[in-house]
């Protein structure tokens, strides 16, 4: 059958789905794996059967492209629930087992299983938010019948994977395989095989709040549960998003089908989770998103450069300016794993970046994203000095002083002496010439823009600049080295404000009329941050700082 192989491992049938590179339910994938159950589950030589991923991944996902193909009518919608049904209802227990990620769809069709295997080094998620979406195969259904509603609902309206082990923890596995997939996976079918077993949906006694203790009230009647004590769980979800994602109608809506799973009946709640779907389907929002998730993957292709072309090895960094930039920089850098020496001309000027990264990171460890002990790992990597010592090991240098042209070229000039032949030479101007900064070295072939967004720590776009002498080897290192950094990269030619700031200089420009036309600067900001943004234009002016905002202007005042 197309998609997928069938093997007999004596009495186990092992369903093994192949459709590269990530196993992708695309169109013909769903039919495949329910007809390959159903004739498993009819041969009487098989006693249990298992579902298993070929390459690198159980089941990355649906295929993106056909949600666009839905929403234009070039495709029927889909219908996964009735096809993903067969594996819940077969005569034989099914065995989902779990290798690289089991997300959105995948998840949805590993919930149809009657028992889940996973890899250590495997993670499971329902990312389907992040697209503007809601699983709309049972996923909001199945998942808090397995792992809870409160393992569900942070799941389902927020959109991070979950590790093995915590997979196993919550209840979405039921063993944690370390060795071989598949012969763990034989070996767990075999003890299963002839045992009782459940659907999936048939499972009732984790749909209540997990701080509610059941009574006679609250256990399930009927298929569902409705619970004075589970309702606080929703409202604190709602609560939640509204913080979270201002705006956003996913994450609502998703709350809003797990709540159904507590008050409605299986069919009834799928039901309504379709609804809601569909709703978001159709949304300018998740077409957005959409957009934005192709565009980020269409950023990474380099045009007219060899993949032949080899980045350089990044294992050492420094960064020349400890100001909000340079401090945040230096930040990535340790979170990445990668020691950074972090020099400033002014005794003071260090120790002011110093106290603004400490304080970062007690903010981070306070709110729980971040143990003590890494905290403190990450800053160790860190080391603060006045004069260009241990320069000379970096492998990338990285400048953030003051958005001056004489004042970086001076810096470039120093660093060009001390600098060894092969590193990295990347500035972070948010608007220079990067030929003219590249003209105060000896080798503009390794120089490049590396313009990152504030606060550097927290932004994932990263700016990659490239001048007319920027080498291919060059280019090729800043990508990866984003990649590495866990940053978004976007190559830009030289030209002023490269891309970002040539975007928000118009939206930055109206902001400043409606304050002439009489708004206030809270009026401002709060719509755009009721609308969504993180914070206000104006606030986001003033972060970046005013003084830097003039500095570009004079250096352009010919232009202007």
């Given at each position: 059958?197309?998609?997928?192989?069938?093997?007999?491992?004596?009495?186990?049938?092992?369903?093994?789905?192949h459709?590269?590179?990530?196993?992708?339910?695309?169109?013909?994938?769903?039919?495949?794996?329910?007809?390959?159950?159903?004739?498993?589950?009819?041969?009487?030589?098989?006693?249990?059967?298992?579902?298993?991923?070929?390459?690198?991944?159980?089941?990355?996902?649906?295929?993106?492209?056909?949600?666009?193909?839905?929403?234009?009518?070039q495709?029927?919608?889909?219908?996964?629930?009735?096809?993903?049904?067969?594996?819940?209802?077969?005569?034989?227990?099914?065995?989902?087992a779990?290798?690289?990620?089991?997300?959105?769809?995948?998840?949805?069709?590993?919930?149809?299983?009657?028992?889940?295997?996973i890899?250590?080094?495997?993670?499971?998620?329902?990312?389907?938010?992040?697209?503007?979406?809601?699983?709309?195969?049972?996923?909001?259904?199945?998942?808090?019948?397995?792992?809870?509603?409160?393992?569900?609902?942070?799941?389902?309206a927020?959109?991070?994977?979950?590790?093995?082990?915590?997979?196993?923890?919550?209840?979405?596995?039921?063993?944690?395989v370390?060795?071989?997939?598949?012969?763990?996976?034989?070996?767990?079918?075999?003890?299963?095989?002839?045992?009782?077993?459940?659907?999936?949906?048939?499972?009732?006694?984790?749909?209540?709040?997990?701080?509610?203790?059941?009574t006679?009230?609250?256990?399930?009647?009927?298929?569902?549960?409705?619970?004075?004590?589970?309702?606080?769980?929703?409202?604190?979800?709602?609560?939640?998003?509204?913080?979270?994602?201002?705006?956003?109608?996913?994450?609502?809506?998703?709350?809003?089908?797990?709540?159904?799973?507590?008050?409605?009946?299986?069919?009834?709640?799928?039901?309504?989770?379709?609804?809601?779907?569909?709703?978001?389907?159709?949304?300018?929002?998740?077409?957005?998103?959409?957009?934005?998730?192709?565009?980020?993957?269409?950023?990474?292709?380099?045009?007219?450069?060899?993949?032949?072309?080899?980045?350089?090895?990044?294992?050492?960094?420094a960064?020349?300016?400890?100001?909000?930039?340079?401090?945040?920089?230096?930040?990535?850098?340790?979170?990445?794993?990668?020691?950074v020496?972090?020099?400033?001309?002014?005794?003071?000027?260090?120790?002011?970046?110093?106290?603004?990264?400490?304080?970062?990171?007690?903010?981070?460890?306070?709110?729980?994203?971040?143990?003590?002990?890494?905290?403190?790992?990450?800053?160790?990597?860190?080391?603060?000095?006045?004069?260009?010592n241990?320069?000379?090991?970096?492998?990338?240098?990285?400048?953030?002083?003051?958005?001056?042209?004489?004042?970086?070229?001076?810096?470039?000039?120093?660093?060009?002496?001390?600098?060894?032949?092969?590193?990295?030479?990347?500035?972070?101007?948010?608007?220079?010439?990067?030929?003219?900064?590249?003209?105060?070295?000896?080798?503009?072939?390794?120089?490049?823009?590396?313009?990152?967004?504030?606060?550097?720590?927290?932004?994932?776009?990263?700016?990659?600049?490239?001048?007319?002498?920027?080498?291919?080897e060059?280019?090729?290192?800043?990508?990866?080295?984003?990649?590495?950094?866990?940053?978004v990269?976007?190559?830009?030619?030289?030209?002023?404000?490269?891309?970002?700031?040539?975007?928000?200089?118009?939206y930055?420009?109206?902001?400043?009329?409606?304050?002439?036309?009489?708004?206030?600067?809270?009026?401002?900001?709060?719509?755009?941050?009721?609308?969504?943004?993180?914070?206000?234009?104006?606030?986001?002016?003033?972060?970046?700082?005013?003084?830097?905002?003039?500095?570009?202007?004079?250096?352009?005042?010919?232009?202007?």
């Amino acid at each position: 059958m197309p998609f997928v192989h069938t093997s007999l491992h004596a009495n186990i049938a092992v369903l093994t789905i192949h459709n590269p590179p990530v196993n992708a339910l695309s169109p013909g994938v769903p039919e495949a794996i329910a007809e390959a159950v159903e004739v498993a589950g009819r041969n009487p030589e098989v006693a249990a059967i298992i579902v298993i991923g070929a390459g690198h991944t159980f089941i990355a996902g649906a295929d993106i492209r056909e949600f666009g193909k839905i929403v234009s009518g070039q495709r029927p919608p889909l219908n996964l629930l009735p096809l993903l049904q067969v594996i819940e209802d077969s005569p034989k227990p099914v065995v989902i087992a779990i290798h690289g990620a089991a997300l959105g769809g995948g998840l949805e069709t590993a919930l149809c299983g009657h028992y889940r295997v996973i890899a250590a080094a495997a993670q499971v998620g329902q990312p389907e938010v992040k697209l503007g979406l809601i699983p709309g195969a049972g996923g909001t259904q199945r998942l808090p019948r397995v792992a809870g509603i409160a393992k569900a609902l942070e799941m389902c309206a927020w959109g991070e994977p979950v590790p093995a082990r915590d997979a196993v923890q919550c209840g979405i596995a039921d063993r944690l395989v370390e060795g071989d997939l598949l012969a763990g996976a034989i070996e767990f079918a075999r003890e299963i095989a002839y045992q009782p077993f459940r659907k999936t949906r048939e499972r009732n006694d984790k749909l209540h709040a997990a701080s509610a203790v059941p009574t006679a009230e609250t256990e399930p009647r009927g298929g569902h549960v409705a619970s004075e004590t589970s309702s606080d769980i929703f409202a604190a979800a709602r609560s939640e998003a509204a913080k979270r994602a201002r705006g956003q109608q996913a994450p609502l809506a998703a709350v809003e089908a797990v709540e159904a799973a507590t008050r409605l009946p299986f069919a009834g709640g799928c039901a309504r989770e379709a609804e809601l779907f569909r709703d978001c389907l159709y949304s300018t929002q998740s077409k957005a998103l959409i957009h934005a998730f192709f565009a980020e993957r269409a950023a990474a292709k380099i045009p007219g450069i060899s993949k032949a072309v080899k980045p350089l090895d990044i294992q050492r960094a420094a960064v020349v300016g400890a100001g909000t930039m340079g401090a945040a920089i230096a930040m990535t850098y340790a979170n990445a794993g990668i020691p950074v020496l972090l020099k400033d001309s002014d005794a003071a000027a260090l120790e002011r970046g110093l106290d603004r990264i400490r304080d970062n990171y007690a903010k981070t460890v306070a709110k729980g994203r971040l143990s003590a002990q890494a905290a403190a790992d990450r800053i160790a990597r860190i080391t603060p000095q006045l004069d260009y010592n241990g320069f000379e090991h970096a492998d990338v240098i990285t400048e953030a002083v003051f958005e001056s042209t004489e004042a970086k070229k001076q810096v470039w000039r120093e660093l060009d002496r001390v600098a060894k032949p092969d590193c990295l030479l990347a500035t972070n101007t948010s608007s220079l010439d990067i030929d003219e900064l590249a003209s105060a070295t000896s080798r503009p072939h390794l120089f490049i823009g590396n313009h990152f967004f504030s606060p550097a720590h927290v932004m994932r776009l990263l700016e990659v600049v490239r001048g007319r002498a920027t080498s291919d080897e060059a280019i090729v290192t800043s990508m990866a080295l984003a990649r590495k950094l866990g940053k978004v990269a976007v190559l830009a030619r030289n030209s002023r404000g490269f891309i970002g700031n040539r975007m928000v200089g118009p939206y930055l420009r109206e902001a400043q009329f409606l304050l002439e036309e009489g708004a206030s600067v809270e009026q401002v900001n709060d719509a755009l941050y009721t609308f969504g943004m993180a914070m206000g234009p104006l606030a986001v002016d003033d972060l970046s700082g005013l003084d830097i905002s003039h500095a570009i202007r004079k250096e352009f005042a010919h232009l202007e």
